[in-house]
């Protein structure tokens, strides 16, 4: 493809990116284009819609080089580092991006971004607010403050408050802040306030329904909510969008489990086991030593969703859940619906639905004593003697009884940071 006579090739290459042209004729105007930062910045876009990042970060940097005042090129320069996780490099992009521009809301907006990344909650906080403070009301860019500031309210714990006057003012402020709608659903399902939390979980997805997590923060709403049925079938919904995700697995046995559906919370514990299983063995960095199985050290699991998109790679935050020890909790899982999460316990900690924050499992120190193993029962048993079987033959094949169906488990022992021996156990229902 080249570049048709008698246009100017900078403002042809930057239509074809901007209206989603070929790249092809965008790159071949470049070519022709006399040297510039805006040469360069261009290149880096066609680079980073050609799914070339680091090109592009090379063409952003060459673009500010050329130009050191180029606002737009610091900014993509940014968001090009900010997605492959580089900081502090990030944070300078962002800072020199204001140097040239100062009153630019998406740059304080992508340094609270990166501020919580690198778990500075105060800047973070601060930089959201002046965010909010020079975005327009009821832009995209003041939504997107808004989401940034309220899930990092929420995850300050005794702030929950504050995060719902957030979410809500931006709600209020327009109806196309389809993630507060979402915030709000799971604050107020934290609050205990069942029937607000599905409402405002229902309204995000309606408006969204293509969005994964607006699916899935229904389910959860409606799984506090004890409409069991309901969760199920969106449970199942989220499952079909996102396979690979064995805490949804788990949530749908959870609900299941709860509703007296004993069998088929069987069958969704079995689905969801093996996942669980890879997971744990995908966090634990093999070390040999004297114990059978897989050893080394525990470390501990976190996980975050972006929200909207910052004018290029970054986005808010908006939830995040950590926890000591494997993230996982292989063979355990019947909990009890409190406080609008299922409570339970996995090595110690507790077990919220995937949609938590904070949620999901494996929040705790793991500690053998306390490892149990789910008989889909309206309580916990105790496991003990399973460890010591485990221990002594670990990898072979054991069989038990349970809800008149006979399962078959195999056990993984590891290692934890206490030096103590931990039996996790993966098991196939026959």
Not at 82 to 108: I, K, T
């Amino acid at each position: 493809m080249s570049c048709p006579p008698n246009v100017n090739p900078l403002e042809w290459a930057a239509r074809q990116l901007t209206a989603g042209g070929d790249l092809r004729v965008a790159a071949a105007c470049l070519d022709r284009a006399p040297e510039s930062g805006q040469k360069h910045y261009l290149r880096g876009g066609v680079a980073l819609l050609g799914n070339d990042p680091l090109r592009a970060i090379a063409q952003f940097r060459e673009a500010v080089r050329v130009q050191p005042t180029h606002a737009d090129a610091h900014f993509e320069l940014g968001n090009a580092l900010y997605g492959q996780h580089d900081m502090p490099a990030a944070e300078r992009a962002f800072q020199a991006a204001l140097g040239a521009e100062p009153h630019r809301p998406l740059c304080y907006l992508n340094l609270g971004n990166v501020y919580v990344e690198q778990r500075q909650p105060k800047r973070a906080e601060r930089h959201y607010r002046l965010a909010l403070t020079l975005a327009p009301a009821a832009s995209w860019d003041a939504c997107a403050a808004s989401n940034g500031l309220s899930n990092l309210l929420e995850q300050e714990g005794p702030r929950l408050d504050e995060a719902r006057h957030v979410a809500a003012a931006a709600l209020r402020s327009s109806s196309r802040c389809h993630y507060a709608a979402h915030n709000l659903g799971r604050l107020e399902r934290r609050a205990g306030r069942t029937a607000d939390a599905v409402n405002f979980a229902r309204q995000a997805h309606v408006a969204e329904p293509r969005q994964h997590e607006y699916l899935v923060g229904l389910a959860a709403a409606l799984h506090s909510a004890n409409r069991l049925r309901e969760a199920c079938h969106h449970y199942r919904s989220a499952i079909q969008r996102n396979p690979a995700d064995p805490r949804l697995m788990l949530d749908l046995a959870n609900a299941l489990q709860q509703d007296a559906l004993y069998a088929e919370a069987i069958d969704a514990y079995a689905a969801a086991l093996p996942g669980q299983l890879a997971q744990a063995a995908a966090a634990l960095p093999a070390s040999g030593g004297d114990t059978p199985g897989v050893s080394g050290s525990i470390g501990s699991s976190s996980g975050s969703s972006s929200g909207g998109s910052s004018g290029g790679s970054s986005g808010s935050r908006s939830r995040s859940g950590s926890g000591g020890g494997v993230g996982v909790g292989v063979g355990v899982g019947v909990g009890s619906n409190s406080g609008g999460s299922n409570s339970g316990s996995i090595g110690g900690g507790g077990v919220g639905t995937s949609e938590d924050v904070g949620g999901g499992v494996g929040a705790g120190p793991i500690d053998a004593k306390t490892i149990q193993l789910s008989l889909i029962m309206d309580r916990f048993r105790e496991s003990s003697q399973l460890d010591g079987l485990c221990k002594s033959a670990p990898r072979t094949p054991h069989s038990m009884q349970c809800c008149n169906r006979v399962f078959v488990f195999v056990c993984l022992c590891l290692r934890d940071r206490d030096n103590v021996i931990v039996c996790l156990y993966d098991c196939v229902f026959v």
